[in-house]
């Protein structure tokens, strides 16, 4: 019960990484808002996790669904102590003049932007209330990046800096800002980070490339932001945590 009592907000959390942040959220304790534009999906994930998880169908990139998935929230809970921006896109791995400016104008939205939107609704409650923890999903890909996606490689070392600028200048409201730095994961966006068809061989290939020897899972995502959450971390702020099995040495 290391978030008990607290109320968060994950994004993105119908598949992937957020449904298993959201699970593990609240198994430890704390009321869950689940955002997403796969509704469904949302609705689907807070059915299996219970009473103490709540859908909102909504897209990360309009201001309006993000205020009202803040605002559900901190009807849920009372106030909102965690926020986890973890919805993410990719454009398909290849090369960078072949991205169209639609595929660029949505992951830029979808990655960056939706930070911008969630960080204009939600500190100043938590300016009021006096604090909290704000969690964004950035990527090993802004450490060091892979051949054929080079603009999503960019918004992710946005999210990377974005998070560290955040931290410092929100610090004196003792709000706390971190990323989680995944390697590539067992995700829906797998094979578009490959780039080549989701075969055993083509795995290997990918997973060559890490040291331990394996992609990275919801469940190592979900354990790194339930640290990061909690109050065992109440004096780290402005992290970048590589979870990456030692992808970025």
């Known amino acids: 019960m290391r978030l008990e009592g607290k109320t968060a907000l994950v994004t993105g959390g119908a598949s992937g990484f957020g449904a298993e942040i959201a699970a593990v ?9 689940i955002l997403d534009l796969n509704g469904e999906g949302a609705k689907a994930v807070a059915g299996k996790i219970g009473g103490a998880a709540q859908a909102v169908a909504g897209d990360v990139t309009r201001a309006g669904d993000v205020a009202g998935a803040v605002a559900a929230a901190t009807a849920l809970g009372g106030r909102l102590d965690i926020v986890v921006n973890n919805a993410g ?8 003049l072949d991205v169209t400016e639609e595929e660029f104008d949505r992951v830029y939205a979808i990655n960056v932007k939706s930070i911008f939107h969630m960080s204009r609704a939600v500190v100043p409650l938590m300016r009021k209330a006096g604090g909290g923890v704000i969690i964004n999903i950035g990527s090993t890909a802004g450490i060091r990046p892979r051949p054929g996606l ?3 490689n960019s918004t992710k070392g946005a999210v990377n800096l974005l998070s560290r600028s955040m931290a410092v200048e929100l610090a004196p409201d003792r709000i706390r800002v971190n990323c989680i730095a995944p390697v590539i994961g067992e995700t829906g966006l ?4 490959m780039g080549v068809p989701d075969t055993p061989e083509n ?3 990918f997973m060559a490339t890490i ?3 394996r992609f990275s899972t919801p469940k190592d995502i979900a354990s790194a932001c339930l640290y990061l959450a909690s109050d065992e971390a109440a004096f780290i702020t402005g992290v970048v945590l590589e979870v990456d099995g030692g992808r970025t040495v």
Do not use: Q, S
């Open 190 to 193: 797998l094979e578009a980070f």
């Open 203 to 205: 795995r290997a290939k």
């Open 89 to 96: 896109w990719t454009h398909r791995n290849k090369p960078m």
């Open 150 to 152: 080079t603009w999503y």
């Open 25 to 33: 959220f609240a198994r430890e304790g704390a009321k869950v808002v």
């Open 211 to 213: 040291p331990l020897g």
